[in-house]
């Protein structure tokens, strides 16, 4: 059973930087080397649908939200089977609910498009004050 797990939301002045995690389990990147396993985090904020903003998958390739660009970066570590999101130059509009989430699909497309993940983590908050 696939599992997303996320960590590492918080409060934070406009300026500051966070760094969030998510714990896979069900599945592994190693063992999954030769399909593309496309991971990504998306955003919701109250009111507005959901957005993508950086997505990766095991070639490396990444893709990240023109808002984004440039003070959000996205990474694994295999051995650890986590994704993490570093985040920095935080703005109060990044506020937002961010999830975790994996398209195990072997020709996953590399897209923002959160229809294509088909496993979600729970989510976890990040609020930006000015």
């Known amino acids: 059973q696939v599992q997303l797990v996320e960590s590492g939301g918080g409060s934070v002045q406009a300026g500051g930087s966070l760094r969030l995690s998510c714990a896979a389990s069900?599945?592994?990147?190693?063992?999954?080397?030769?399909?593309?396993?496309?991971m990504g985090w998306f955003r919701q904020a109250p009111g507005k649908e959901r957005e993508g903003v950086a997505t990766a998958v095991s070639d490396g390739s990444a893709l990240y939200a023109d808002s984004v660009k440039g003070r959000f970066t996205i990474s694994k570590d295999n051995a650890k089977n986590t994704l993490y999101l570093q985040m920095n130059e935080l703005k109060p509009e990044d506020t937002a609910m961010y999830y975790c989430?994996?398209?195990?699909?072997?020709?996953?497309?590399?897209?923002?498009?959160?229809?294509?993940?088909?496993?979600w983590g729970q989510g976890t908050q990040v609020t930006v004050s000015s």
């Open positions: 069900g599945f592994t990147y190693s063992r999954y080397t030769h399909r593309r396993n496309c």
């Open positions: 989430a994996a398209d195990l699909r072997a020709t996953c497309p590399l897209t923002l498009a959160y229809t294509e993940f088909a496993f």
